[in-house]
């Protein structure tokens, strides 16, 4: 199992940024992904969460109206669409799956929210 995140950056306060996370070495489309994120000296916390399916996502209340998840499962990707984004916002951001024999992270991307 591979996750690979990309298209972090710096942004600045209010900006716009779009995570994405490319799958494989697993049957993608039948798993739920998940987005979680660890700033500095905190613990590292869920983000969002999209069903197999896709649909809306379930979000954390910090970014909840801000973020939006989705997927793509002909191209094994999960996406993390991140508006207005706040200072409070840079973490690094992680890709996550929970599949029957087991859980994977992918390497993370770091974000970072700043003038």
């Known amino acids: 199992v591979q996750l690979v995140e990309s298209g972090g950056g710096l942004v600045q306060p209010g900006g716009s940024l779009r995570l994405s996370c490319a799958a494989s070495?697993?049957?993608?489309?039948?798993?739920?992904m998940r987005w979680y994120r660890q700033a500095p000296g905190k613990e590292r916390e869920l983000v969002a969460t999209?069903?197999?399916?896709?649909?809306?996502?379930d979000y954390a209340d910090s970014v909840k109206g801000r973020f939006l998840i989705s997927r793509d499962n002909a191209k094994n990707t999960v996406y993390l669409q991140m508006n207005s984004l706040k200072p409070e916002d840079t973490a690094v951001y992680y890709c996550?799956?929970?599949?029957?024999?087991?859980?994977?992270w992918g390497q993370g991307t770091q974000v970072t929210v700043s003038s």
């Open positions: 996550y799956v929970r599949t029957g024999p087991g859980s994977y």
């Open positions: 070495g697993f049957h993608f489309s039948i798993y739920d």
């Open positions: 999209i069903s197999s399916a896709g649909g809306r996502g």
